[in-house]
């Protein structure tokens, strides 16, 4: 008798207010690949999401440098609410990025008027990142997004 477990990772997934923002942000000013777009409105959506009156969901899979994907999600015909909240809150999350030249890079998001929760580059003293740096920023829905700048080994 077979087994269920766990082998692999698909994608993850970051429920937004307007897809055509998220996509600017994330295609645009992050630089992912935009991979598809659909309209989720058959019977199998509904079943899993389980939202009455939900009339359709857009969707976008756009894949990160170096080959992870994201569904981005924006639920249609229904109240939404944002779901932004502090790092420490359970039920939020944050995707971490790897980039290069991240004092650089903080400083043209900040220029392109990207909202960051950190003040200024991190320099990671302690634990598995020790030698690294890293800052949160946020998305245009509010969800936090990690760069970080691993320490050359």
Known sequence: MAEGRVI???????TVKNLESALDFYVNTLGFELLSTQ??????????????????IKIAFVQIPGGQVIELLEYVGIDTYSG??????????HIC??????????????????????????????G?????????????????IELMEKKLS
């Open 97 to 126: 990025l790897m980039v290069e030249n991240l004092e650089v890079m903080f400083n043209e998001l900040q220029a392109k008027g990207v909202q960051f929760k950190s003040k200024k580059v991190a320099n990671i003293n302690a």
């Open 39 to 56: 309209v989720a409105n058959s019977d199998y959506i509904f079943d899993i999401v389980e939202i009455p009156g939900l009339k359709e």
């Open 8 to 14: 692999g990772f698909i994608h993850s997934g970051i």
């Open 84 to 93: 932004s909240a502090r790092s420490c809150d359970y039920g939020t999350g």
């Open 128 to 144: 598995a990142n020790k030698g690294s740096k890293a800052i949160y920023m946020l998305d245009p829905d509010g969800y936090i």
